[in-house]
Protein backbone atom coordinates (compact mmCIF):
# COMPACT_ATOMS: atom_id res chain seq x y z
CA UNK A 1 0.00 0.00 0.00
CA UNK A 2 1.15 3.50 -0.66
CA UNK A 3 1.08 5.81 1.72
CA UNK A 4 -0.66 9.29 1.01
CA UNK A 5 -0.94 12.65 2.53
CA UNK A 6 -4.31 14.02 0.91
CA UNK A 7 -6.84 11.85 -1.32
CA UNK A 8 -5.89 11.23 -4.62
CA UNK A 9 -8.58 12.68 -7.32
CA UNK A 10 -8.31 10.42 -10.81
CA UNK A 11 -10.50 11.45 -13.70
CA UNK A 12 -11.06 8.33 -15.73
CA UNK A 13 -13.04 8.48 -18.94
CA UNK A 14 -14.33 5.74 -21.05
CA UNK A 15 -16.87 5.46 -23.90
CA UNK A 16 -18.31 1.58 -24.25
CA UNK A 17 -18.58 -1.21 -21.76
CA UNK A 18 -15.38 -3.26 -22.60
CA UNK A 19 -13.70 0.39 -21.06
CA UNK A 20 -15.47 0.03 -18.59
CA UNK A 21 -14.68 -2.91 -16.90
CA UNK A 22 -11.26 -2.17 -17.57
CA UNK A 23 -11.55 0.54 -15.46
CA UNK A 24 -13.10 -1.02 -12.93
CA UNK A 25 -10.66 -3.17 -12.26
CA UNK A 26 -7.86 -0.19 -12.07
CA UNK A 27 -10.03 1.48 -9.49
CA UNK A 28 -9.95 -1.36 -7.10
CA UNK A 29 -6.34 -1.83 -7.46
CA UNK A 30 -5.90 1.87 -7.28
CA UNK A 31 -7.92 1.70 -3.97
CA UNK A 32 -5.83 -0.99 -2.72
CA UNK A 33 -3.02 0.45 -2.65
CA UNK A 34 -3.87 3.76 -1.25
CA UNK A 35 -5.21 2.67 1.23
CA UNK A 36 -8.79 3.86 -0.02
CA UNK A 37 -7.64 7.25 0.13
CA UNK A 38 -8.75 8.19 -3.22
CA UNK A 39 -11.73 9.84 -4.81
CA UNK A 40 -12.67 8.83 -8.86
CA UNK A 41 -15.09 11.81 -10.80
CA UNK A 42 -15.36 11.35 -14.58
CA UNK A 43 -17.73 9.06 -17.47
CA UNK A 44 -17.71 5.16 -16.97
CA UNK A 45 -20.61 2.68 -16.94
CA UNK A 46 -21.95 0.29 -13.64
CA UNK A 47 -19.31 -1.19 -13.35
CA UNK A 48 -17.12 1.60 -12.39
CA UNK A 49 -19.81 3.39 -10.80
CA UNK A 50 -20.16 0.16 -8.17
CA UNK A 51 -15.90 0.83 -7.72
CA UNK A 52 -17.04 4.43 -7.33
CA UNK A 53 -17.03 6.89 -9.86
CA UNK A 54 -18.94 9.92 -9.92
CA UNK A 55 -19.83 9.30 -13.26
CA UNK A 56 -20.66 12.99 -15.14
CA UNK A 57 -23.34 10.73 -17.16
CA UNK A 58 -24.16 7.55 -18.82
CA UNK A 59 -21.94 6.10 -21.27
CA UNK A 60 -24.65 5.06 -23.68
CA UNK A 61 -24.12 8.38 -25.31
CA UNK A 62 -20.66 7.74 -26.65
CA UNK A 63 -21.68 3.41 -27.15
CA UNK A 64 -21.86 3.63 -30.62
CA UNK A 65 -19.92 1.85 -33.43
CA UNK A 66 -19.07 1.82 -37.46
CA UNK A 67 -17.50 4.73 -39.32
CA UNK A 68 -21.47 5.48 -40.86
CA UNK A 69 -23.19 4.67 -37.46
CA UNK A 70 -21.67 7.16 -35.31
CA UNK A 71 -23.16 9.99 -37.61
CA UNK A 72 -26.45 10.34 -36.29
CA UNK A 73 -24.59 10.70 -32.93
CA UNK A 74 -22.18 13.52 -33.53
CA UNK A 75 -23.73 16.80 -32.36
CA UNK A 76 -24.61 14.84 -28.40
CA UNK A 77 -20.71 13.18 -28.68
CA UNK A 78 -19.67 16.90 -29.50
CA UNK A 79 -22.07 18.42 -26.26
CA UNK A 80 -20.11 16.07 -24.27
CA UNK A 81 -16.84 17.09 -24.95
CA UNK A 82 -17.77 20.75 -23.39
CA UNK A 83 -19.31 18.27 -20.13
CA UNK A 84 -16.46 16.87 -19.61
CA UNK A 85 -13.82 19.59 -19.94
CA UNK A 86 -16.09 22.05 -17.65
CA UNK A 87 -16.33 18.97 -15.26
CA UNK A 88 -12.44 18.41 -15.34
CA UNK A 89 -11.81 22.69 -14.22
CA UNK A 90 -14.57 22.19 -11.57
CA UNK A 91 -12.93 18.71 -10.06
CA UNK A 92 -9.44 19.40 -10.69
CA UNK A 93 -8.12 16.09 -10.32
CA UNK A 94 -4.20 15.38 -10.18
CA UNK A 95 -4.05 13.15 -12.79
CA UNK A 96 -6.20 11.43 -16.05
CA UNK A 97 -6.61 8.42 -17.47
CA UNK A 98 -8.56 7.96 -20.53
CA UNK A 99 -9.38 4.03 -21.49
CA UNK A 100 -9.74 2.65 -24.85
CA UNK A 101 -12.16 4.45 -27.62
CA UNK A 102 -9.38 6.36 -28.41
CA UNK A 103 -11.05 8.43 -31.47
CA UNK A 104 -13.20 10.03 -28.46
CA UNK A 105 -10.15 9.96 -26.26
CA UNK A 106 -7.80 12.13 -28.19
CA UNK A 107 -10.36 14.45 -28.54
CA UNK A 108 -10.75 15.07 -25.13
CA UNK A 109 -7.25 15.20 -24.65
CA UNK A 110 -6.20 17.72 -27.42
CA UNK A 111 -8.77 20.06 -25.89
CA UNK A 112 -7.70 19.74 -22.69
CA UNK A 113 -4.00 20.88 -23.95
CA UNK A 114 -5.56 23.60 -25.96
CA UNK A 115 -7.18 24.91 -23.10
CA UNK A 116 -3.74 24.78 -21.32
CA UNK A 117 -4.86 22.20 -18.78
CA UNK A 118 -1.85 20.49 -17.96
CA UNK A 119 -2.85 17.92 -15.67
CA UNK A 120 -1.01 14.55 -16.25
CA UNK A 121 -2.55 12.47 -19.22
CA UNK A 122 -2.48 8.85 -19.62
CA UNK A 123 -4.07 6.81 -21.64
CA UNK A 124 -5.02 2.89 -21.12
CA UNK A 125 -5.16 0.77 -24.09
CA UNK A 126 -3.19 1.42 -27.12
CA UNK A 127 -5.33 1.93 -30.32
CA UNK A 128 -4.29 -0.42 -32.96
CA UNK A 129 -1.88 0.95 -34.93
CA UNK A 130 -0.68 -2.43 -36.17
CA UNK A 131 -3.92 -2.88 -37.59
CA UNK A 132 -5.02 0.58 -39.35
CA UNK A 133 -3.62 4.04 -38.79
CA UNK A 134 -0.19 3.73 -38.48
CA UNK A 135 0.53 7.79 -38.16
CA UNK A 136 -1.35 7.70 -35.06
CA UNK A 137 2.15 6.36 -33.03
CA UNK A 138 3.58 9.20 -34.44
CA UNK A 139 1.43 11.82 -32.90
CA UNK A 140 -0.43 10.02 -29.67
CA UNK A 141 3.05 12.07 -27.80
CA UNK A 142 1.25 14.92 -28.32
CA UNK A 143 -1.73 14.11 -26.53
CA UNK A 144 -0.85 12.09 -23.62
CA UNK A 145 2.40 11.61 -21.12
CA UNK A 146 2.17 8.29 -21.22
CA UNK A 147 0.68 5.03 -22.21
CA UNK A 148 -0.17 1.65 -20.99
CA UNK A 149 -0.46 -1.38 -23.84
CA UNK A 150 -1.93 -4.33 -23.46
CA UNK A 151 0.00 -6.97 -26.16
CA UNK A 152 3.35 -7.19 -25.65
CA UNK A 153 4.58 -5.93 -28.75
CA UNK A 154 3.00 -2.60 -28.82
CA UNK A 155 5.28 -0.21 -27.17
CA UNK A 156 7.85 -0.96 -29.80
CA UNK A 157 5.18 0.94 -32.34
CA UNK A 158 5.52 4.33 -29.78
CA UNK A 159 8.80 4.19 -28.30
CA UNK A 160 10.30 5.73 -31.44
CA UNK A 161 8.53 8.53 -31.31
CA UNK A 162 9.10 9.67 -27.70
CA UNK A 163 6.30 8.41 -26.23
CA UNK A 164 6.65 6.46 -22.81
CA UNK A 165 4.49 3.67 -22.86
CA UNK A 166 4.64 0.27 -21.27
CA UNK A 167 3.19 -3.40 -21.53
CA UNK A 168 1.08 -3.89 -18.57
CA UNK A 169 -0.98 -7.18 -19.71
CA UNK A 170 -4.47 -8.06 -20.78
CA UNK A 171 -7.02 -7.20 -17.60
CA UNK A 172 -8.83 -10.40 -19.05
CA UNK A 173 -6.04 -12.19 -17.25
CA UNK A 174 -7.18 -10.85 -14.05
CA UNK A 175 -11.37 -10.97 -14.18
CA UNK A 176 -12.06 -13.86 -12.80
CA UNK A 177 -14.03 -15.49 -16.35
CA UNK A 178 -12.23 -18.74 -15.28
CA UNK A 179 -13.56 -18.79 -12.30
CA UNK A 180 -17.48 -19.53 -12.89
CA UNK A 181 -19.84 -21.97 -10.60
CA UNK A 182 -21.84 -23.96 -13.34
CA UNK A 183 -23.52 -25.99 -10.61
CA UNK A 184 -25.32 -22.89 -9.25
CA UNK A 185 -25.91 -21.00 -12.40
CA UNK A 186 -27.57 -24.25 -13.33
CA UNK A 187 -29.86 -24.37 -9.94
CA UNK A 188 -30.68 -21.20 -9.61
CA UNK A 189 -31.99 -21.14 -13.26
CA UNK A 190 -33.56 -24.17 -13.08
CA UNK A 191 -31.26 -25.83 -16.40
CA UNK A 192 -32.01 -29.12 -17.19
CA UNK A 193 -29.04 -32.17 -16.41
CA UNK A 194 -28.93 -32.78 -19.94
CA UNK A 195 -29.33 -29.57 -21.50
CA UNK A 196 -26.71 -28.62 -23.94
CA UNK A 197 -26.29 -24.44 -22.80
CA UNK A 198 -25.27 -22.49 -25.77
CA UNK A 199 -23.65 -18.70 -24.68
CA UNK A 200 -25.38 -15.86 -26.41
CA UNK A 201 -23.08 -12.78 -26.48
CA UNK A 202 -24.57 -10.47 -29.13
CA UNK A 203 -22.74 -7.80 -28.68
CA UNK A 204 -22.90 -4.58 -25.82
CA UNK A 205 -23.31 -1.66 -28.65
CA UNK A 206 -26.95 -0.37 -30.34
CA UNK A 207 -25.39 -1.10 -33.24
CA UNK A 208 -23.52 -4.60 -32.96
CA UNK A 209 -27.36 -5.66 -31.54
CA UNK A 210 -29.45 -4.20 -34.50
CA UNK A 211 -27.53 -5.62 -36.87
CA UNK A 212 -26.58 -9.66 -34.98
CA UNK A 213 -29.52 -10.36 -33.33
CA UNK A 214 -31.44 -11.22 -35.88
CA UNK A 215 -28.98 -13.49 -37.88
CA UNK A 216 -27.98 -15.03 -34.00
CA UNK A 217 -31.51 -15.60 -33.14
CA UNK A 218 -32.46 -17.31 -36.44
CA UNK A 219 -29.07 -19.86 -36.32
CA UNK A 220 -30.13 -20.27 -32.87
CA UNK A 221 -33.72 -21.65 -34.19
CA UNK A 222 -31.64 -23.80 -36.64
CA UNK A 223 -29.56 -25.13 -33.90
CA UNK A 224 -32.37 -26.24 -32.03
CA UNK A 225 -33.67 -28.03 -34.44
CA UNK A 226 -30.61 -30.51 -34.18
CA UNK A 227 -29.66 -30.08 -30.68
CA UNK A 228 -33.99 -30.50 -29.04
CA UNK A 229 -32.39 -30.05 -25.45
CA UNK A 230 -30.41 -26.62 -25.98
CA UNK A 231 -30.84 -23.59 -23.37
CA UNK A 232 -29.66 -20.60 -24.02
CA UNK A 233 -28.11 -18.17 -21.66
CA UNK A 234 -28.06 -14.35 -22.49
CA UNK A 235 -25.40 -12.15 -20.57
CA UNK A 236 -25.68 -8.67 -21.52
CA UNK A 237 -25.18 -5.35 -20.25
CA UNK A 238 -26.76 -1.95 -19.05
CA UNK A 239 -26.40 -0.39 -22.35
CA UNK A 240 -28.41 -3.15 -24.59
CA UNK A 241 -30.19 -4.83 -21.79
CA UNK A 242 -34.00 -3.51 -22.44
CA UNK A 243 -33.71 -4.11 -25.85
CA UNK A 244 -32.62 -7.71 -25.60
CA UNK A 245 -35.35 -8.55 -23.02
CA UNK A 246 -37.83 -6.63 -25.19
CA UNK A 247 -36.20 -8.57 -28.80
CA UNK A 248 -36.44 -12.43 -26.99
CA UNK A 249 -39.85 -11.93 -24.62
CA UNK A 250 -42.23 -14.73 -25.76
CA UNK A 251 -39.36 -16.88 -27.24
CA UNK A 252 -39.75 -20.53 -27.31
CA UNK A 253 -36.48 -21.80 -26.89
CA UNK A 254 -35.53 -22.16 -23.30
CA UNK A 255 -33.44 -19.18 -21.93
CA UNK A 256 -32.52 -16.27 -19.69
CA UNK A 257 -30.88 -13.22 -19.86
CA UNK A 258 -28.73 -12.18 -16.72
CA UNK A 259 -26.46 -9.26 -16.25
CA UNK A 260 -23.58 -8.42 -14.02
CA UNK A 261 -19.63 -9.75 -14.38
CA UNK A 262 -20.21 -12.42 -11.63
CA UNK A 263 -23.72 -13.83 -13.62
CA UNK A 264 -21.53 -13.63 -16.82
CA UNK A 265 -19.05 -15.65 -15.93
CA UNK A 266 -21.05 -18.27 -14.43
CA UNK A 267 -22.86 -18.56 -17.51
CA UNK A 268 -19.91 -19.08 -19.50
CA UNK A 269 -19.15 -21.83 -16.65
CA UNK A 270 -22.38 -23.59 -17.22
CA UNK A 271 -22.41 -23.35 -21.34
CA UNK A 272 -20.91 -25.98 -23.59
CA UNK A 273 -20.40 -23.79 -26.68
CA UNK A 274 -20.96 -19.60 -27.36
CA UNK A 275 -21.62 -17.53 -30.12
CA UNK A 276 -20.28 -13.86 -29.65
CA UNK A 277 -19.99 -10.51 -31.29
CA UNK A 278 -16.18 -9.37 -31.70
CA UNK A 279 -14.27 -8.08 -29.22
CA UNK A 280 -12.80 -8.44 -25.41
CA UNK A 281 -15.89 -11.37 -24.90
CA UNK A 282 -13.60 -13.39 -27.21
CA UNK A 283 -10.78 -13.49 -24.53
CA UNK A 284 -12.90 -13.74 -21.34
CA UNK A 285 -14.61 -16.95 -23.30
CA UNK A 286 -10.71 -18.49 -24.08
CA UNK A 287 -10.23 -18.09 -20.18
CA UNK A 288 -13.17 -19.89 -19.48
CA UNK A 289 -12.29 -22.63 -21.84
CA UNK A 290 -15.45 -22.08 -23.57
CA UNK A 291 -15.56 -22.91 -27.40
CA UNK A 292 -16.98 -20.39 -29.53
CA UNK A 293 -16.97 -18.15 -32.79
CA UNK A 294 -17.33 -14.89 -33.13
CA UNK A 295 -19.09 -12.57 -35.98
CA UNK A 296 -19.89 -9.43 -36.36
CA UNK A 297 -21.85 -7.41 -39.34
CA UNK A 298 -22.07 -3.76 -39.85
CA UNK A 299 -23.38 -1.29 -42.46
CA UNK A 300 -22.15 -2.50 -45.91
CA UNK A 301 -20.41 1.23 -46.44
CA UNK A 302 -18.76 0.12 -43.24
CA UNK A 303 -17.90 -2.82 -43.88
CA UNK A 304 -16.23 -1.78 -47.39
CA UNK A 305 -13.98 0.77 -45.88
CA UNK A 306 -13.06 -1.20 -42.60
CA UNK A 307 -12.07 -3.85 -45.48
CA UNK A 308 -9.74 -1.56 -47.41
CA UNK A 309 -8.66 -0.07 -43.92
CA UNK A 310 -7.45 -3.28 -42.20
CA UNK A 311 -4.20 -4.24 -42.54
CA UNK A 312 -4.54 -7.25 -40.38
CA UNK A 313 -5.38 -11.46 -41.45
CA UNK A 314 -8.11 -11.52 -37.98
CA UNK A 315 -9.56 -9.39 -36.33
CA UNK A 316 -9.78 -11.82 -33.41
CA UNK A 317 -6.89 -11.18 -30.79
CA UNK A 318 -6.06 -14.96 -30.30
CA UNK A 319 -5.59 -15.45 -33.90
CA UNK A 320 -3.67 -12.69 -34.24
CA UNK A 321 -1.30 -13.48 -31.68
CA UNK A 322 -0.33 -16.70 -33.02
CA UNK A 323 -1.30 -15.83 -36.63
CA UNK A 324 -3.42 -18.62 -36.86
CA UNK A 325 -7.64 -19.36 -36.97
CA UNK A 326 -7.99 -20.85 -33.78
CA UNK A 327 -11.34 -18.75 -33.18
CA UNK A 328 -13.33 -19.40 -36.29
CA UNK A 329 -14.09 -15.29 -37.49
CA UNK A 330 -17.55 -14.98 -39.16
CA UNK A 331 -17.70 -11.59 -40.82
CA UNK A 332 -19.89 -9.20 -42.83
CA UNK A 333 -21.30 -11.60 -46.07
CA UNK A 334 -19.82 -14.38 -43.58
CA UNK A 335 -22.22 -13.81 -41.01
CA UNK A 336 -24.77 -15.57 -42.50
CA UNK A 337 -27.46 -17.88 -40.63
CA UNK A 338 -26.15 -21.27 -41.87
CA UNK A 339 -22.49 -20.51 -41.29
CA UNK A 340 -23.72 -19.80 -38.10
CA UNK A 341 -25.74 -22.80 -37.59
CA UNK A 342 -22.78 -25.24 -39.39
CA UNK A 343 -19.71 -23.45 -36.74
CA UNK A 344 -21.36 -24.01 -33.34
CA UNK A 345 -22.64 -27.44 -34.51
CA UNK A 346 -19.02 -28.71 -35.49
CA UNK A 347 -17.79 -26.69 -32.01
CA UNK A 348 -19.96 -29.24 -30.52
CA UNK A 349 -18.97 -32.10 -31.60
CA UNK A 350 -15.15 -30.80 -31.81
CA UNK A 351 -15.08 -28.52 -28.86
CA UNK A 352 -10.83 -28.07 -28.56
CA UNK A 353 -9.41 -24.41 -29.36
CA UNK A 354 -5.84 -23.91 -28.22
CA UNK A 355 -5.99 -21.38 -26.66
CA UNK A 356 -3.13 -21.06 -23.75
CA UNK A 357 -0.32 -19.72 -26.20
CA UNK A 358 -2.14 -16.50 -26.56
CA UNK A 359 -3.51 -16.16 -23.11
CA UNK A 360 0.16 -16.51 -22.27
CA UNK A 361 1.43 -13.81 -24.28
CA UNK A 362 -1.19 -11.69 -22.76
CA UNK A 363 0.37 -11.79 -19.03
CA UNK A 364 -1.09 -15.39 -17.88
CA UNK A 365 0.78 -16.78 -15.33
CA UNK A 366 2.66 -13.34 -14.19
CA UNK A 367 2.71 -12.54 -10.43
CA UNK A 368 1.52 -8.70 -10.66
CA UNK A 369 -1.85 -8.26 -12.63
CA UNK A 370 -2.35 -6.08 -15.49
CA UNK A 371 -4.55 -3.47 -13.29
CA UNK A 372 -2.23 -3.62 -10.51
CA UNK A 373 1.02 -2.63 -12.25
CA UNK A 374 -1.26 0.13 -14.43
CA UNK A 375 -2.39 1.37 -11.04
CA UNK A 376 1.41 1.33 -9.47
CA UNK A 377 2.29 3.67 -12.84
CA UNK A 378 -0.43 6.33 -12.09
CA UNK A 379 0.64 6.63 -8.69
CA UNK A 380 4.20 6.60 -9.84
CA UNK A 381 3.18 9.63 -12.29
CA UNK A 382 1.18 11.57 -9.81
CA UNK A 383 3.94 11.82 -7.08
CA UNK A 384 6.72 12.63 -9.59
CA UNK A 385 4.14 15.42 -10.21
CA UNK A 386 4.57 16.14 -6.76
CA UNK A 387 0.88 15.88 -5.48
CA UNK A 388 0.91 13.04 -2.73
Same mark, same amino acid.
Given at each position: ??????? *???????????????????????????????????????????????? *?????????????????????? *???????????????????????????????????????????????????????????????????????????????????????????????????????????????????????????????????????????? %????????????????????????????? /?????????????????? /??????????????????????????????????????????????????? $????????? %????????????????? %?????????????????????????????? %??????????? $?? $????
Amino acid at each position: MVSVEKK *LKVYLITGEPSGDLLGSRVMRALKKQTGGCIQFNGVGGETMIQEGLKS *LFDISDLAVMGLVEVIPSLPKI *LKRFDDILMDITKVQPDIIMTIDSFSFSARVHQKLIKKGIRIPHVHYVAPQVWAWKKGRAKTLGRYVDRLFCLLPKEPSYFTPYGLKADFVGHPVIEGGADKGDAASFRAKYKIPENAKVLCLLPGSRKNEVKYLLPIFK %EAVEKIQKQVPDLFVVIPTVATVADKLKE /YFSGWSISHVIVRGEKER /YNAFAASQVSMAASGTVSLELAMAGVPHLIAYRVSPLTGFMARHLLKIKFV $NLINLLVDK %EIIPELLQENCTVDKLT %ETILNLLNNPKQETQESLKQLGLGENLSPS %EKTAALIIEMV $NR $NGRA
